[in-house]
């Protein structure tokens, strides 16, 4: 399975000094269509529900080589699939680099989320040319991101190559789609001769 990154628009972010670095908002959002340029693409509700979130990580632009953020593992980061996606709260522990960042986000230059995932199963609808993700295998990470792919936009953030893979693959599935759907509307045909 490829691990994909999702890039999500933090809804009501708040930062709060109150109880130390806090941090909350949406790392995925349930039923909004994000664009892909060539396919579109849904989150279902029911998602998240049998999904591998055992040991969650908090980072920057999902970067390896930044020390993470937060982490559920030791508490510092928790989250909670509600009616709208899921939500994290994260209690930033008091580093330089979590200093910065949070003042990043309580000055809204950082506003935007993420998170990357692997998919257990999904669906397509070739002639809109959607995707809909029914169930997510693992959720790795989600991410304080500072540049989307489009901004406008909730779409995956891959690399160039990974991206055109994905696209070649879904525009071979949508033309066997078409060439079966042509099938049975022939049989169809014969049939009511």
Do not use: C
């Not at 994909?4 to 930062?15: G, N, P, T």
């Not at 509700?45 to 055992?54: E, G, I, Q, V, Y």
């Amino acid at each position: 399975m490829e691990k994909a990154i999702k890039e999500i628009r933090l809804v009501d972010m708040r930062a709060s000094e109150e109880d130390g670095m806090i941090v909350e908002g949406y790392a995925a959002v349930f039923d909004t269509v994000t664009d892909l340029g060539w396919m579109k693409e849904v989150i279902d509700r029911h998602a998240f529900d049998n999904a591998d979130m055992s040991d969650i990580v908090m980072k920057y632009n999902h970067e390896d080589s930044v020390l993470p953020m937060a982490r559920t593992r030791g508490d510092s980061l928790q989250f909670n699939v509600d009616d709208h996606g899921l939500k994290i709260r994260a209690k930033l522990p008091d580093t330089s680099v979590n200093r910065d960042i949070y003042t990043l986000i309580k000055e809204g230059v950082l506003s935007k989320m993420s998170f990357a995932f692997t998919v257990k199963s999904d669906e397509y609808d070739y002639d809109t040319d959607t995707r809909k993700i029914l169930e997510f295998d693992k959720i790795f990470d989600v991410s304080v991101v500072d540049v989307p792919a489009y901004e406008t936009t909730e779409i995956y953030a891959r690399s160039k190559e990974k991206y055109e893979e994905e696209k070649r693959q879904y525009e071979e599935k949508k033309a066997e789609h078409k060439k079966l759907e042509l099938e049975k509307e022939k049989i169809k045909l014969m049939l009511s001769l």
